[in-house]
Structure formats: C-alpha cells, structure tokens
C-alpha cells in the first residue's frame, strides 16, 4: 500500500527532469506545470508520465503538451501494465481490496459528491443510509469515515473542518467501482434526495444557523446536472426550486439557476403546482438581473398556474413578487393594490411572519427607487408584526430599515447609481456575518485610503467566487462615500419564499 503523498510543483518538476526529460521541460515550461497539474503533482503518477513520454519525444514538436493534451482520461492515460507498483488503479485497489465488502460499497458511493465540497459525515452517512436501506447515526458514519481515511482512500478537505473527500485520482478509481457494480443511478439519486432534505429542512435559515449548506452547493450543482443528464425534470425542478432561499440569499448564482429553471419546464413537468414554483423561480431571477418585462410574463403564467391548482401560498408569493416589479416600474396604485391581496391571503392562514416579510420586502423595493417616506410606513408595520413575534434578528431587520428611512442617499435616485451598485440595491437584502466583515472593516476605502485586494482566509470558498468577491470587487474600483452610504442601509432581511 502506497501512501497518496504529494509533491509541491517544483518538487515535480525535478522529478520530471530526472526521468531525462530536463531538455524538454526547458523548452515547454508551461506544458510542463500544466503537466505535473494534470498528474495533481502525484509521485507515482509523474513517474509515469515521464517514462510514457520519454518514446514520444520525436512525436510532436511540442511533445509536453501532445501528451498532456491525450491524457483526457488520467488513469487509463498513466496505466502501464498490471503491476501494482507501476499502476495507479492497482496502487488504489491494494487499499480497496482489504476493505471489507460493506466499506468497499461506501467507499466507491462517495463519488458521487464534488470534489471541491467532498462531505461530512453527516452527509456521507444519509447517503449509505439510503444505499443500505438502514439508519446510520453520525458517530457510525465517523468511523467509516476513519477505517476509510486509515486505508488512504479518504482525506480531510483543508481549510473545511469537518469535511473530507477524495483526491481526484481516487475519485476516478471510486466513480469506476461504483459503475462497475451498477450503483451509480442509486448512489446520484441518494445524494439529490440528502440535499432536498436537508435544504428543506433549513429552508428559512441562514449562515448563522446552518452554515454548512454553504458548502454543499458544488454539490447541489453536481447534482442538478445528473439530472439533465438523466434526463428527470421532476427531480431537477426540485432540485432548483426547494433550496430557492438559498440562492435568494446566499448562492446567488442566476446564470446556474436560470439554466436548470428553463431545462426543467423544457421536460415538460407534470406536476402543475411544482411547474408554477419553478416559473415563479424563473421571474425571481429576472427580477434580480432587472429583467423586468420577461419578469411580469413569467410571474403571470406562475400566477394562473397556482390558481388553477387552487395554491393560495402560491399565489400570494406570486402577487408579493408582483408588488416590488410594480413598486420599481413606478406603478404605486396597482403595487399596493396587489399587496393589499397578499396581506388579506396571509392573514387568511395565519401567516403572520410572512406578513411582516412582505412589508419589510416592499419597503425595500420603495427605498431602491428612493421613496424613503413612503418605505417607512411598511417598516413600522412590520416591526410591530416582529415585535409581536418577538424575533430579534427580524427586529434588529426593521431597525436598520428604519434608520435607512431616516439617512437614505441624498444624491443619488437608483437610475442614477452605476450598475453594479444598482443591482446590488435590488438583491442584498441580507447581510450575513461575512458580509458583515466587509461592511464593518472596509469602510476606511470610501476615504481614500489604501485598501488590500485580498478576501481574509476565513471567507468560504462560495463567497470567494462568487456574491460577496463581485460585492468587493464593486467596492474596490468606486471611491464615493455616497456609494458607500448607498450599500450600507442595504442591511439584512430573511426572503422566506
């Protein structure tokens, strides 16, 4: 058994050159680095690689980056013989077959997960436990998880407490097993139905609460796209519709979105009730991306959907939705008319949060146009609905709310702000901790003074590429303390819907 150690590149590099290779790795600096990337800087693998290459020197006039371009498929590409020294597949299943038959089906299911998010043990566990047809606790996950990581088949992910997968070679090595044993429908099917549950479950939370559905986006991703494949537009309609607070809030990744939206009404979805949801989803998007028109048309046709199925739920998100496009196209009469219909709807099920929601939403879309007076008096209807609630994050929502009634922008209406601040004023209704950071901390950059153009460590890998690097990136290049005034009363609100 063979542990997976890795070198750094230039550790690689020297490898490489050893195998007698230094004139060609001279001439092809890059092909080389993209080369030992490509053998994900592996000792056994660049071993190989290099004596493959080594005959086909006098191949090409670029022999590097021939080479590095044919190994499409790595451990096909890098497989010499079946001698376990000078394999990759036979080094992984030297650790593969000492495992006992039930750690072997385990090992092999946990390709299904991405590489970049791997699992925890939770998240592992649900998925055996589906595979298995038992219940599985967390602390038998763990120590599957342990016997795994003992046999050098499992790692913790850096930077990720509480997380762990596997290096991409044994991802490949698991993802063949599993087909091979003609578990790769079961296993993909069991982690969509983990994420749904979980994601359903912690539908109305937050960064605060649930963090580690941060994570779980590569997968979610993963999981949408093996349902294209497939293809099942119930399953991606699902997909893309149960865990919609999250990318309201949190993932804002429309282009995605938007993708397995359209994929799952091209499927032609059976279900009516979930068809409207996912074209009330799909004028969510367009509303964000102020696409305001195809907005309105897709609202309409989710609209007479829920009411043909009966959905007062339904409906009454809808015509919400309807209110704030209203508010922004300057239509006041018929926005409060349809939110006038909303409030009678939640009140007519009780639903007193989301009432106090749909003020505070509204009063957002009136300060986005710069109608401080007007926002204000929603404001205070939904902090005497949250005061009776007696939720303090939803109270200390309407505080902030309130002050930005009292001190909005004083130069500019929302026509008048660049684009992306204009955008950012529609979407970040909620401010998580994170962004909270760059609020706090960064406020010195509207003075003019020097401003770092790195992300701290402690910012997670969905925010590093995505909503809160585009937020910081729009903060770096403006240098207006109005700009800065503009994004600050933008301070959090919960979306429920």
Not at 94 to 112: E, F, G, I, T
Not at 141 to 168: C, K, M, N, S, T
Request: one cysteine or more.
């Amino acid at each position: 058994m063979h542990p997976l150690d890795v070198m750094t590149e230039a550790q690689a590099l020297q490898l490489l050159g050893s195998e007698g290779l230094e004139a060609a790795l001279q001439a092809e600096p890059e092909a080389a680095q993209q080369l030992c990337k490509l053998c994900a800087y592996h000792p056994l693998a660049l071993s190989l690689a290099a004596r493959r290459l080594l005959r086909r020197l006098k191949d090409a006039p670029q022999p590097i980056a021939a080479f590095t371009a044919a190994l499409k498929v790595r451990l096909r590409g890098l497989e010499i013989n079946a001698d376990p020294l000078e394999s990759l597949r036979a080094n992984f299943d030297l650790s593969y077959d000492a495992l006992p038959a039930q750690s072997q089906k385990r090992y092999r299911a946990l390709a299904v997960f991405s590489l970049a998010a791997g699992f925890s043990a939770a998240g592992a566990g649900a998925v055996w436990s589906m595979l298995e047809e038992v219940e599985m606790d967390g602390e038998e996950a763990r120590q599957e998880i342990e016997r795994l990581q003992d046999a050098l088949l499992v790692f913790p992910l850096p930077d990720a407490p509480g997380r762990f997968g596997l290096h991409d070679l044994l991802r490949e090595h698991a993802a063949e097993k599993l087909a091979a044993a003609g578990e790769t429908e079961a296993a993909g099917g069991a982690l969509a139905e983990y994420l749904l549950a979980e994601f359903d479950e912690h539908s109305l939370d937050d960064l605060d609460t649930a963090s580690y559905l941060e994570t779980e986006y590569d997968n979610l991703r993963l999981s949408a796209e093996w349902a294209m494949q497939r293809p099942d537009g119930k399953l991606l309609a699902r997909l893309a519709t149960v865990p919609r607070n999250w990318f309201y809030n949190i993932f804002r990744a429309w282009d995605d979105w938007l993708v397995w939206l359209k994929r799952a009404l091209e499927l032609e979805l059976e279900d009516q009730r979930l068809k409207a949801n996912v074209l009330k989803a799909i004028g969510d998007v367009q509303q964000f991306r102020d696409e305001r028109d195809a907005a309105l048309e897709s609202y309409a046709q989710a609209l007479a959907l829920f009411r043909a199925v009966g959905a007062k739920l339904g409906e009454a998100n809808v015509l919400a939705a309807l209110s704030r496009v209203k508010v922004r196209q300057g239509k006041f009469a018929e926005a409060e008319q349809d939110l006038g219909q909303v409030i009678t709807m939640r009140r007519a099920i009780r639903s007193l949060y989301d009432e106090g929601i749909d003020y505070g939403n509204f009063a957002i879309a009136l300060l986005a146009i710069n109608k401080p007076q007007e926002a204000q008096t929603y404001v205070l209807k939904a902090q005497d609905i949250f005061q009776h609630i007696g939720e303090p994050s939803l109270i200390q929502w309407v505080q902030r709310l309130l002050a930005a009634c009292s001190r909005p922008p004083r130069h500019w209406g929302r026509s008048a702000m660049p684009a992306p601040l204009r955008r950012l004023s529609l979407c970040l209704r909620m401010i998580t901790p994170k962004c909270a950071w760059l609020l706090q901390t960064r406020s010195k950059h509207w003075t003019g003074s020097p401003v770092t153009t790195e992300l701290p460590p402690g910012i997670g890998l969905r925010y590093k590429s995505g909503k809160l690097a585009r937020l910081w990136e729009c903060l770096r290049t403006k240098r207006s303390s109005n700009n800065w005034a503009t994004i600050a009363w933008m301070m959090p609100g919960p979306r429920p819907r």
